[in-house]
């Protein structure tokens, strides 16, 4: 489980214009994964392995590279906005400038960075994570999908297969969600914050259930006080999709989980849903008494997420279960009558190659689920992973267009279509996460919270809600607070916050 030898760079990014400041760091560290980089705003005399310098000037943006033998330089044009007009007008020529200027740096800066690296990514410069969003715009203005193909090879350097993709799944979507309206329609986000154990490479608001388990039915008292609360402040709003999620919600017990499902189906309008989702996720969790309390209510569609079903990388990212649990639980799944299971997987996990995630994608196809999630290990500040590197670095982390390929390649043989995508920052090989499902077993809840159409009103501990409006232009967030205790003894005030922001935007 060694690694080979891979030469780490101090990397220094000398912001003398801090224009797009954000994204020309995000490249450049989609080039130098894993390496060392700091933000310097003057000189400050350090040695630096590499050395990037960004200024601008009448004629455009120039970023030079110097790694003490090679040096190169990119230049991207300015675009001046526009001065007069209606301020309307002059607003949208701004937004219009910024991100002409903006295409214009990364696209000079990509063709550096390719030159200087002698590597290309599939995303070509394209930093969001939203892709997909992108090829909606586009295909929801009226261009046809070789137009938008073009635009994205073309414009972001996009690779031909990821453009590919990008544009199968818009239509996808598009199709999934003609009968949602954007206008008066609304999702509900439910966050269960606690876990069996914390996975390894986990920065969610998650709270291992051994040490938390006395506030669990303090934190069912503040939500259900929440869950009360804004189904008043939305009752003029359509409810579309409800989704309880975590941490892991069955971490529940049978009764706890009827009494959260009792008042989200009382409070609020649930007959009509177009989806109603709960993740029992950790298969250490779920028990057939569990999926039978779930079972009393309108919920059409669960997850069973095994990540891998390799027993040595399991123990070694702290899922605390088995394989076998694994096959059980999905099998008591399909026992107590769910018809719409999916399974999430991780590829790029320490120590496994494309033989291991084979392994796993033989045994999932033995499944059938009816969704595959397939998620590109992202490591973010706050993970274990990422806290404790040192304490792994002799471990791989293997992610590539073939491996990715393969996952693809399986989905499709259990009849299963891509549907959604999105990208997570410090994604292992700069790839993707995809959902794939059969026909009308999507995930669409999955795919609104991505494509940022309609509001997502979020409760419970660390939930986000986004309020989308003037006409999906606008996005406002309101925040709950991510400490289990913080957010019970301040339940009032979370609310308030929510009262607010839905009277001010929506």
């Not at 969003?133 to 994205?152: F, P, V, W």
């Not at 996720?281 to 891998?308: C, H, M, Y």
């Not at 799944?333 to 796993?360: C, S, W, Y």
Request: net charge negative.
């Amino acid at each position: 489980m060694k690694r080979g030898i891979i030469h780490l760079y101090k990397i220094g990014i000398l912001f003398q214009n801090r224009d797009f400041e954000h994204d020309v760091y995000e490249l450049i560290k989609a080039f130098y994964p894993g390496n060392e980089i700091i933000s310097l705003y003057e000189e400050d005399g350090a040695d630096y392995d590499i050395r990037f310098r960004v200024s601008r000037d009448e004629e455009g943006y120039t970023i030079s590279y110097d790694n003490g033998i090679d040096k190169q330089a990119a230049h991207g044009a300015v675009i001046e906005g526009q001065s007069s007009g209606e301020a309307s007008d002059a607003l949208i020529s701004c937004d219009d400038t910024r991100r002409k200027n903006k295409d214009a740096i990364k696209y000079a800066l990509y063709q550096m960075l390719s030159r200087v690296t002698g590597k290309t990514l599939p995303w070509g410069n394209l930093t969001g994570i939203r892709p997909v969003k992108m090829a909606m715009g586009m295909l929801e203005s009226g261009m046809k999908n070789t137009e938008i193909a073009r635009y994205m090879r073309e414009q972001y350097l996009v690779s031909p297969e990821k453009t590919a993709l990008a544009v199968t799944i818009a239509n996808r979507e598009r199709d999934i969600l003609k009968n949602i309206d954007y206008e008066n329609g609304y999702s509900l986000y439910v966050g269960i914050p606690f876990c069996p154990s914390i996975c390894l490479y986990c920065s969610f608001s998650s709270y291992p259930l051994e040490r938390w388990r006395k506030y669990v039915e303090d934190y069912l008292d503040a939500l259900i006080k929440e869950i009360q609360a804004v189904s008043q402040m939305m009752k003029n709003r359509k409810l579309d999709t409800v989704y309880i999620g975590g941490g892991t919600p069955t971490t529940l017990e049978p009764d706890q989980l009827r009494r959260l499902l009792s008042a989200i189906t009382e409070y609020f309008p649930c007959e009509e849903l177009e989806e109603f989702t709960v993740e029992a996720g950790r298969p250490d969790s779920i028990t057939l008494e569990k999926l039978q309390a779930i079972r009393e209510f309108p919920v059409t569609r669960i997850s069973v997420n095994p990540q891998t079903m390799n027993q040595e990388t399991l123990d070694i990212i702290g899922r605390r279960h088995t394989v076998e649990q694994t096959k059980n639980a999905f099998y008591m799944a399909r026992e107590a009558g769910f018809d719409n299971i999916n399974m999430d997987l991780i590829v790029g996990l320490p120590g496994e190659d494309i033989t291991k995630v084979q392994h796993t994608l033989d045994e999932v196809k033995a499944l059938r689920p009816d969704s595959l999630t397939v998620h590109s290990l992202a490591v973010k500040r706050a993970a274990r992973l990422n806290i404790f590197r040192d304490r792994y670095q002799e471990m791989t982390f293997e992610n590539n267009q073939e491996i990715m390929n393969l996952t693809m390649k399986t989905a499709y043989e259990m009849g299963m279509g891509p549907y959604y995508l999105y990208r997570q920052k410090n994604m292992k090989g700069n790839f993707e996460n995809v959902g794939y499902s059969e026909v009308d077993k999507a995930g669409i809840y999955n795919i609104l919270i991505m494509e940022e159409k309609q509001p997502i009103i979020a409760l419970g501990a660390g939930g986000s809600s986004k309020l989308v409006f003037d006409h999906g232009q606008r996005i406002e967030r309101v925040e709950n607070v991510k400490d289990v205790t913080n957010y019970i003894s301040r339940i009032d005030e979370m609310i308030e916050r929510k009262r607010q922001g839905i009277a001010k935007w929506l």
